[in-house]
């Protein structure tokens, strides 16, 4: 499998996106454990056990992850879930991580769009996210590429370990 890439540079191969198995948690929690204790992106809590992440991170459905995966390793993956309960769970909430090795190569960019075409197929209405760091300049641009808008920054809501406090975006598009 292969893509052409945003920018027209030409294909790249080598992985593929596909709901993630139970199987997968192997090589998705070093990503997640990864991200969570660097602590610079996300509002878990720093220590967050094991447990807690896979709990998290395997929903139940209509929630989903995607994974993506070259050679039986994964790269990254994106969780797609309600971003709240009964009138208000036509609203998708997504969740980004890519592991550290994998980075630069277009993971997230792809993730991003897979996973707004699964949330456009299971109905959901439009996608939010609650709390993007302003400091996180790469994924902020990304996410306007793939159609976000920054709908309010959160002053100061979060402390990030070299930044000190800084906003919380909150971002959306319709689907
Ligand atoms: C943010 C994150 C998901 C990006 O993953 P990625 O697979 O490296 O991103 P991509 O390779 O798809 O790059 C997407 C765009 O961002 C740019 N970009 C990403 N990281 C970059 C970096 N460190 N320096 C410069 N540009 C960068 C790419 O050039 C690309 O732009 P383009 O498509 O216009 O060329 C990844 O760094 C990550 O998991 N970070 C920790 C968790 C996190 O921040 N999640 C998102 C929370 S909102």
Known sequence: MGHRNGLGEGLITGFDIRPATDDDWLGLWPIIETVTRAGETYTYPRDMTEAAARAMWTPPAPG???VA?????????AKIVPNQQGNGAHVANGSFMVGPAARGRGVARRLGEAALEQ??????????????VEANIHAVALWKSLGFDI???VPEAFDHPTHGLVGLHVMYRRL
């Open 69 to 77: 995966v070259e050679e039986g390793l994964v790269l990254g993956a």
């Open 64 to 66: 989903v992850t995607l």
């Open 151 to 153: 709908l309010a920054t």
């Open 119 to 132: 949330a456009r197929v299971a109905g959901f209405r439009s996608m939010q996210f609650n709390a993007v």
